[in-house]
């Protein structure tokens, strides 16, 4: 199984500031590699697929970067709608998908 | 536009089998662009995918669940569903339904449905 570490587990940041997410594949996912924000009460979206591909209707200020092991999720901008639980996820060995365990972005 | 969402019991007795809908609105089960999965959550903590199927009955699972769980399809009824069997506690989670996009990520899901295990 592939295990996905992100890290830090929480964050906080002011609106307007950067926020830099990280997750680290345990073995090479290529760049087979999803993310998702998750608001409280709310279903994951998905964000960034291909590792840099933002989904349909995601604003440019969410980035992501990265191939192999380690990703990158860079929000340049935060705006109080960001603040959020995100959640990284490999679908290189697929059917075998994991999840990161998450990071929560908070209000500094 | 496609929209899911799921249904079933909020409580389910141990030892017994969860059983979990997911209804497909806005568009056809059938087609050739997606699988149809099940995600969970326990409260708080992070995401577990458990299983996906295509239209046509093609099935994967997550194998740490394998031996507990059925997925199924039901293409008349544009639905699919999820069987857990010999749940415990650590079954009481919140289930989400999603689309798979043939590259495995999940680019639409259900609003999500929780399920207690209690007697």
């Known amino acids: 199984e592939t295990v996905m570490t992100q890290s830090p587990a929480a964050l906080s940041v002011s609106p307007g500031e950067r926020a830099i997410l990280s997750c680290r594949a345990s073995?090479?996912?290529?760049?087979?590699l999803a993310w998702y924000q998750q608001k409280p009460g709310q279903a994951p979206r998905l964000l960034i697929y291909g590792a840099s591909t933002r989904a349909t209707g995601i604003p440019p200020r969410f980035s992501g970067s990265g191939s192999g092991t380690d990703f990158t999720l860079t929000i340049s901008s935060l705006q109080s709608e960001d603040f959020a639980v995100y959640y990284c996820?490999?679908?290189?060995?697929?059917?075998?998908?994991?999840f990161g365990g998450g990071t929560r972005v908070e209000i500094k | 536009q496609m929209q899911l969402q799921e249904s079933g019991p909020g409580l389910v007795k141990p030892s017994e089998t969860l059983s979990l809908t997911c209804t497909v609105s806005g568009g056809s089960i059938i087609t050739n662009n997606y699988y149809w999965g099940w995600i969970r959550q326990p409260p708080g903590k992070g995401l577990e995918w458990i299983a996906s199927?295509?239209?046509?009955?093609?099935?994967y699972y997550n194998p740490s669940l394998e031996s507990r769980v059925t997925i199924s399809v039901d293409t008349s009824k544009n639905q699919f569903s999820l069987k857990l069997s010999s749940v415990t506690a650590a079954d009481t989670t919140m289930y989400y339904c999603?689309?798979?996009?043939?590259?495995?990520?999940?680019?639409?899901w259900g609003r999500g449905t929780l399920v207690t295990v209690s007697s």
């Open positions: 073995q090479s996912v290529n760049s087979d």
């Open positions: 199927i295509y239209y046509s009955g093609n099935t």
């Open positions: 996820q490999q679908y290189k060995n697929w059917p075998r998908l994991t």
């Open positions: 999603a689309r798979t996009t043939g590259d495995w990520y999940f680019d639409l």
